[in-house]
């Protein structure tokens, strides 16, 4: 397969992130979104430095940002209220991506704002909530600063960010939420590539979620008990990222199928699925409308993604979920 | 872990097949006997020179030889009867196994006899009766012609026999007919390393199976489309078995548990694994009493084994086996 490197991307995206405007200091209301995300092959495995794919999602995180004429900001949303000032924003707990993200660019900016931010995503499921806000406040405050919008710029910044408030993280989530689309993604050497076909999905939420750290931290107990045996699955889960990358080009999507279909196995095999997730990939398989099934996120719970439309009831809770193209976005 | 290649078995196993006369022509009535056998790891992996565990069980197929004073050859057993000259076995297809050994030993012997075949193998499952009549056949030939008993010859020429009528072969199933308990096994190059120590099992029937050639089948064409992967799995498949060795080894069956549950999963990324035997293993799993479990055997079908003994209803047909130190008798 041809690889396209990251550098590549910085001159490919610079149109990615929509939105465009006179230079000219921002006095007018606007609103910065990103979209939600699927893990859908290759995660555990991209922590150690193996290739994933990950999908943007047509659920989004939304800033309405009102510039004002003061350096005080006013953050809304549903999970509470907060004020600060431009030049101090303390991280408060609840807000720590956005404020994390201003505090990080406050040099940038001259005006404080009020922020307002709506969420569409499920709340059962993990989209990548934190990864949205940020992806969508790092390209507001560039949008406010005149500064350009190159995607690879956008998530650079988000993933410093990220990694400053949570420590680590892979910054697949983050990828989908700037670039949008299917994505082949690797943390180091990092290596993002944007792939131009989606397809329909259907997504069955199983219940219940176990915290993703309280997965790892059970993965990596179990990796320190089999390290050889982790080290062959996590190579099988990158070569599969790979052929998936390939596939998805060509729009094989019966080749994609089975790609989620053998690492549903390897998932199995790490231990993150449950009597219930394999029954419900099983079921989804059995379904003519459905290509392949596998578990989407860290596992022990969450959700389970079909490829294609189901055809006949699944009889299990269902998510509005599909693939989108559409990353990070001003408007 | 150290290990014991094959020539050193020729010496280690010159008594484990039981049975010992004097030097004279065998005018009495006897019988030989080999266990059936259960697949624990590495089935399929083990075709491509990768290790398998495998175990005896304890049911076994027996075989009464009544030596004759003519040449002729009398067998009886449920699926029918023959007679033949034991100069000329033609290889009639229902006694194929036995009958190709007496062909390939006829030079050995001076008598006839008549073979009364009786097994306690559940119809169900595949315990490997071609392997078993073909141990206690080859070793009531040499028991007859005077030869000694040693395992590993009983085994080679058995596997010769095996292999004339089939083709093929792991000789995985021929190693624990022969040596009986749990071996660590390769068939090229050849290592076969019987293990001292046997746990309670717990083995529940799917209620169907699938050929083992259709199986093998499916498994390469899948194979063919994905053979990194395969290569990776297969990979993690020989690892499991060496440290499952090693495990039984040190009687420590929690982590011998944990391999099977691993290997489970590597089975259902090969694709050989379904909703039904995935929901059994699990069911398997949340019981108290044991301590891990996975397909055994080619896989879309016939039976889940679980290490230890369930402690609460399974809700699956159990059959009644258990591991089996006893190899091939004469007695």
Redesign the interface.
Known sequence: MPMQYRPILSIDMVTSCSGSRENRTVRESFRASAPGKLMLLGEHAVLHGNRCIVCAVNQRLHIIVHPRHDAKINIESELGHYQADLQNPLVDTTFRFVLTAIDQHKELLSQGFDLKIESDFSATVGLGSSAAVTAAMTAAIFYMADQNLEAIKIYDHSLTTVRTVQGSGSGADLAASVFGGILLYRAFPNEIIPLKNIHPITVVYSGSKTPTTDVIQMVEK?RN??P??FS??Y??MD??AE?AAQAVKETDWP?FG??L???????????V???KL??IA??LR?DSGILGAKISGSGLGDCVIGLGKHENPIGYPLLPLEMSKQGVTID
């Open positions: 179990l008990r089999f050889q045996q062959f699955i190579s099988a070569v599969s052929q080749t089975q790609l279909n053998l690492n549903q196995g390897l998932m199995d095999a790490i231990g699925s449950t009597k394999s029954d099983y079921v059995h």
